[in-house]
């Protein structure tokens, strides 16, 4: 035995990959693994809540192994309770963006939150004159 390489072995650079990403949980889920993605490759996002994707629906992984920025979710549009009526368009509400209601005569604003909900229905009595069941668009 002559205690040497036949042949020389090659050392080969492993690959950089990032660790999963970290999304917050019950908004943001993934649509494909991204537990093994090599830097510049993409991984694919889908809102959790009903709402749609603001922005880019992929993150990327940069050559410092992290991922690019997450997007956002919008809140879904509000199944509103009976009486109250829409005064804006609120399909494509962002977090920390406000949808205008009323009831009746009273205006009240819905915040779309962090978690892709909406703010809780300010009460509206039954007091309203109101023979429709059905949810009103109004955005004048």
């Not at 693994?33 to 991984?43: F, H, L, M, S, W």
């Not at 992290?66 to 829409?86: D, G």
């Not at 205006?107 to 009460?123: A, D, I, R």
Request: proline share 13%; net charge negative.
């Amino acid at each position: 035995m002559n205690m040497q390489w036949e042949p020389l072995p090659i050392c080969e650079t492993p690959v950089p990959i990032c660790p999963p990403p970290g999304l917050p949980p019950n908004i943001l889920g993934l649509l494909e693994d991204c537990n093994a993605k090599r830097v510049g490759e993409t991984c694919r996002l889908r809102c959790l809540q009903g709402g749609n994707m603001f922005g880019s629906d992929s993150i990327v992984c940069s050559a410092d192994l992290s991922w690019s920025p997450l997007p956002l979710c919008t809140c879904p549009l509000p199944v509103l309770p009976r009486y109250n009526q829409f005064k804006e368009d609120c399909t494509m509400k962002k977090p920390r963006e406000y949808c205008q209601i009323s009831c009746g005569p009273q205006l009240h604003s819905l915040v779309c939150h962090e978690n892709g909900k909406w703010s809780q229905f300010p009460p509206c009595g039954s007091a309203v004159e109101d023979n429709v069941d059905t949810v009103h668009l109004y955005y004048g």
